[in-house]
């Protein structure tokens, strides 16, 4: 890992909403802004927490959600920050300890007030070749890890109405798939492996976190090291005759069994997941997939 000083380090602006600004008006800033988190504000100086689209894709996926909840009631623990004076170490260290991929760089005021001057993402330090893959790798595992546990008993449940909510084990999800190609569970899991595999090697990789995120803990645990940079050698006919070859069957068969499982995968995480994904794969494999997107 190359020694720097965090004001050396590509940061982006922060956006600050106070704490009582709802969830809605959260992501609406998020969107408008084009960025994935929003630094939460007392009002009076200090900052109390940062709040995340993925803390958002969490959310969403739990029934009827209260879109008016104050970001006061979500954000939990307190801002974990670096000052202007930290080393790219301990930006490092602090994103493998506390299993997080933004850390804010504040600066202390004489006063007391807090002034957060932008924030370094995992992402960039990635895309800047600032990082060892161990050290990506070892925070990607432990932050899954984490958001599993974090919203299994925590107070968000107490803010939305659970009682619909779907968590498929691989069990399950394994069902929806051979339910789907009329496959064997053994051929079912061949199937799911390979398919996921090329497509997280294919897409940018904050894509293929996303997606990572939305499926079980097993699989997660499974395909982690498969993120990365997107993979040109990944074609629609290099992912049809891996189907070919790993299932033998014929090329209609295989393109068939891609179709099917590319369904029962749109019923187990989010619509607007699968959409983002299909953007950021090249056409030809999303016609593959999809042919009626």
């Not at 789907?180 to 294919?202: A, D, G, H, Y």
């Amino acid at each position: 890992m190359k020694t720097l000083n965090v004001q050396s380090l590509p940061l982006h602006k922060p956006i600050i909403l106070k704490k009582d600004k709802s969830l809605r008006q959260a992501a609406l800033a998020m969107n408008r802004n084009n960025v994935g988190s929003v630094i939460v504000s007392d009002g009076h100086g200090s900052l109390r927490g940062l709040f995340t689209d993925r803390d958002l894709a969490l959310a969403l996926a739990l029934k009827n959600m209260r879109a008016s909840v104050p970001l006061s009631d979500i954000t939990e623990h307190p801002l974990i920050y670096v000052n202007e004076t930290a080393s790219l170490e301990t930006v490092v260290a602090l994103m493998k300890k506390h299993s997080i991929r933004r850390i804010p760089v504040v600066h202390l005021r004489h006063n007391g007030r807090q002034t957060c001057l932008g924030i370094i993402t995992l992402d960039d330090l990635i895309k800047e070749g600032l990082i060892d893959k161990k050290d990506e790798i070892q925070i990607l595992r432990s932050q899954l890890r984490s958001s599993k546990e974090k919203y299994t008993g925590s107070k968000i449940k107490s803010i939305f109405h659970t009682q619909g909510q779907r968590e498929h084990s691989m069990f399950s999800f394994l069902k929806i798939i051979s339910d789907s190609t009329n496959l064997s569970r053994e051929k079912s899991q061949k199937l799911m492996r390979e398919t996921l595999t090329l497509i997280l090697r294919r897409v940018p990789q904050k894509s293929g976190s996303n997606l990572l995120s939305q499926l079980p803990y097993e699989l997660q645990m499974l395909l982690l090291n498969e993120i990365s940079p997107a993979d040109r050698s990944v074609t629609a006919k290099s992912i049809l005759e891996q189907t070919q070859k790993r299932l033998k069957v014929t090329p209609s068969q295989a393109r068939a069994l891609l179709q099917s499982f590319w369904r029962a995968l749109a019923q187990t995480v989010s619509a607007g997941e699968i959409r983002k994904i299909e953007r950021d794969l090249p056409r030809e494999i999303t016609e593959l997939l999809s042919p009626n997107h």
